[in-house]
Nanobody
Framework: VQLVESGGGLVQPGGSLRLSCAAS????????MGWYRQAPGKQRELVAT???????NYADSVKGRFTISRDMAKNTVDLQMNSLEPEDTALYFC???????????????WGPGTPVTVSS
């Protein structure tokens, strides 16, 4: 199973970016998908997650600014980021809990990350 992120880049404060992640490989089902980020010198932290029933969860720091969405048929998850702040600068990682045949327990997979820089 591979996760590939796209959509990162440089944006000015107050701007927007949309990150996308596509999962591929021998996938039976994907349970939870999400986005995490890691700023320089800091630990990786949760940004947002979405379950297979479309239940979402957001870090307090991004509530009202970021929106996570997924397409279960395409095994993709997007993160719409609005009103970006310099504090949002980080490497953003896609994460998925994937059931891979013949196992029935989900395994966690990570993408390589896509950089987001918010700066004027």
């Amino acid at each position: 199973v591979q996760l590939v992120e796209s959509g990162g880049g440089l944006v000015q404060p107050g701007g927007s970016l949309r990150l996308s992640c596509a999962a591929s490989g021998s996938i039976f089902r994907i349970n939870k998908m999400g986005w995490y980020r890691q700023a320089p010198g800091k630990q990786r932290e949760l940004v947002a997650t979405v379950t297979s029933s479309d239940t979402t969860n957001y870090a307090d720091s991004v509530k009202g600014r970021f929106t996570i969405s997924r397409d279960m048929a395409k095994n993709t998850v997007d993160l719409q980021m609005n009103s970006l702040e310099p504090e949002d600068t980080a490497l953003y990682f896609c994460n998925a809990a994937v059931i891979v045949p013949p196992t029935i327990r989900p395994q966690t997979y990570w993408g390589p990350g896509t950089p987001v820089t918010v700066s004027s």
